[in-house]
């Protein structure tokens, strides 16, 4: 059996390469041979050309077919063009910026996406709402009109070692640099759906062994927990040895945590993976608060280039005077606030039963 992985050297790539190798293919990876890495042996084929280029592709395969494409990289639109007959099943990647509302939340009302979204959710309809999301919606009907058996997965930011741009360096480097505290809009309290790139792999591959169950199938992927911002904060400073003290600001006074928020509100983003789950039976290779222990533990051992082009892709400018000026301006006001005398103390209702909450008027019988 022959597989082509279009792509293969990013985060999701190697998982994905060994394991057709495992499940016994002879494993071909096409990509641009800028890089490589360590975790692809020496038994895998390397195609290199360029796979933006419809000319370029077709021609570094000439007249080649292949049992299984997965395709993660390139112009999915053109690889889907060039791949129609080379191969028996074909296997796409694309995002979750697809639903409308995603990367535009004020398209809904109420503002934000429902919460979980579901395969059937409303995808981008106009460029004016989301270009991007218009154009990845518009490149799925491609893939499936050419391939009508394809599997496509719209998955979401994925994390992990070879992720260029990694949002927990926003984290680590301020643990770097003995940071106290970090500055999180609404108490960090964001959902936002993100995807282990072993986990992403993994769902991938069960579309590969279940090719019945997959046909004409789009699946949400990501972990299956959706930790919080704030618990994510927890979680990396808790891996790399450390704290740091979390102050919550209003979103539009926390301007210094949209590299980590990723958009211009914190409302939530998280998938429904019920269809990936029931049909395809998966599961988590990697629990979600283990892999971002072992993300933050990378990005400790190799941290990224200060001022280099990664990080500045980042967008945080990492600055550290301006921070602590807003920190204290807002607890200067806080402080400054008059006492406010309620007529009647509000409570959290007589079910509440936690600290803080209605004492009991008797004896427990």
Same mark, same amino acid.
């Given at each position: 059996?022959?597989?082509?992985? @279009? ?8 998982? @994905?390469?060994?394991? !057709? ?77 697809? =639903?409308?509302? =995603?990367?535009?939340? +004020? ?22 709402? +989301? ?31 070879? *992720? ?6 926003? @984290? ?9 505290? @970090? ?16 986990? !992403? ?17 789009? =699946? ?8 919080? !911002?704030? *618990? ?11 704290? !740091? ?17 990723? *958009? ?19 599961? +988590? ?30 967008? +945080?400018?990492?600055? =550290? ?45």
């Amino acid at each position: 059996m022959r597989a082509l992985v @279009i792509g293969g050297t990013g985060p999701t790539g190697h998982f @994905i390469v060994n394991g !057709l190798r495992a499940r016994g293919y002879q494993v071909a990876m096409l990509h641009s041979g800028r890089h490589e890495v360590p975790e692809i042996p020496a038994d895998v084929e390397h195609v290199h050309t360029d796979p933006f280029d419809e000319a370029a592709l077709s021609g570094a395969l000439g007249t080649r077919t292949f049992d299984v494409c997965v395709a993660t990289y390139g112009r999915l639109r053109v690889t889907a063009r060039v791949m129609a007959g080379r191969c028996g099943r074909f296997l796409s990647v694309g995002g979750a910026p697809a =639903y409308s509302g =995603y990367m535009n939340p +004020d398209v809904w009302t109420p503002i934000g996406l429902p919460v979980p979204t579901r395969e059937g959710a409303p995808t981008v309809s106009s460029e004016s709402d +989301d270009a991007k999301g218009y154009r990845i919606r518009r490149t799925e009907e491609a893939v499936l009109a050419l391939h009508p058996t394809a599997a496509h997965f719209r998955y979401p930011y994925v994390y992990g070692k070879y *992720q260029l741009l990694p949002r927990e360096w926003s @984290i680590v480097r301020r643990i770097l640099d003995g940071r106290p505290f @970090i500055v999180l809009p609404d108490d960090g309290l964001t959902l936002c759906h993100y995807g282990y790139a072993q986990n !992403l792999a993994h769902a991938l591959l069960l579309a590969v062994d279940q090719p019945e169950a997959s046909a004409g199938q789009i =699946y949400n992927c990501g972990d299956e927990e959706v930790p919080s !911002l704030r *618990q994510v904060v927890e979680i990396v400073a808790a891996a790399c040895g450390a704290r !740091l003290e979390i102050v919550s600001l209003p979103y539009e006074l926390a301007a210094c945590a949209r590299p980590l928020v990723m *958009q211009q509100r914190s409302t939530h983003r998280v998938l429904d993976l019920t269809k990936l789950r029931t049909q395809l039976g998966y599961r +988590d290779a990697v629990p979600a608060r283990e892999a971002l222990a072992l993300t933050a533990r990378e990005l400790l051992a190799h941290p990224l280039a200060r001022g280099g082009m990664e990080e500045k892709s980042l967008t +945080d400018p990492f600055d =550290y005077a301006a921070e602590d000026e807003l920190v204290a301006a807002w607890r200067k006001a806080l402080a400054s606030l008059p006492p406010v005398k309620w007529a009647r103390e509000p409570g959290y209702t007589l079910s509440y039963s936690g600290p803080g909450g209605r004492p009991r008027t008797g004896a427990f019988e």
